[in-house]
Nanobody, 116 residues
Framework: QVQLVESGGGLVQPGGSLRLSCVAT????????MGWYRQAPGKERRLVAGITDRGRPSYPDYTKGQFTISRDNAKNTVYLQMNNLEPEDTGVYSCRAGRPGRQAYWGQGTQVTVSS
């Protein structure tokens, strides 16, 4: 059974930082591209960071320089370091595991709230 379990969310003040983790079980983690997505209230879910199976990160313009994605294949874990958080970063953050031609998998998500 495949499971992706996120952790590390919570309430943080503007300007603060959080580090999210996503642990995957039931898949050959090192063979999967991983991504972090955010769904803000009333908005569609969208990608905030991705990392290939070989460890190459990529970011959309709206998170570049603010978020850092990394992975530890020995721990089957992908991380998202988020700095200088602002209220617009509030949302549910989910991780996704994908590879060409295979089913993609999603975690349940972890809530991040940025508020003073």
């Amino acid at each position: 059974q495949v499971q992706l379990v996120e952790s590390g969310g919570g309430l943080v003040q503007p300007g603060g930082s959080l580090r999210l983790s996503c642990v995957a079980t039931g898949i050959d983690f090192s063979a999967y591209d991983m991504g972090w997505y955010r769904q803000a209230p009333g908005k569609e879910r969208r990608l905030v960071a991705g990392i290939t199976d070989r460890g190459r990160p990529s970011y959309p313009d709206y998170t570049k320089g603010q978020f850092t994605i990394s992975r530890d294949n020995a721990k089957n874990t992908v991380y998202l370091q988020m700095n200088n958080l602002e209220p617009e970063d509030t949302g549910v953050y989910s991780c996704r595991a994908g590879r060409p031609g295979r089913q993609a998998y999603w975690g349940q998500g972890t809530q991040v709230t940025v508020s003073s």
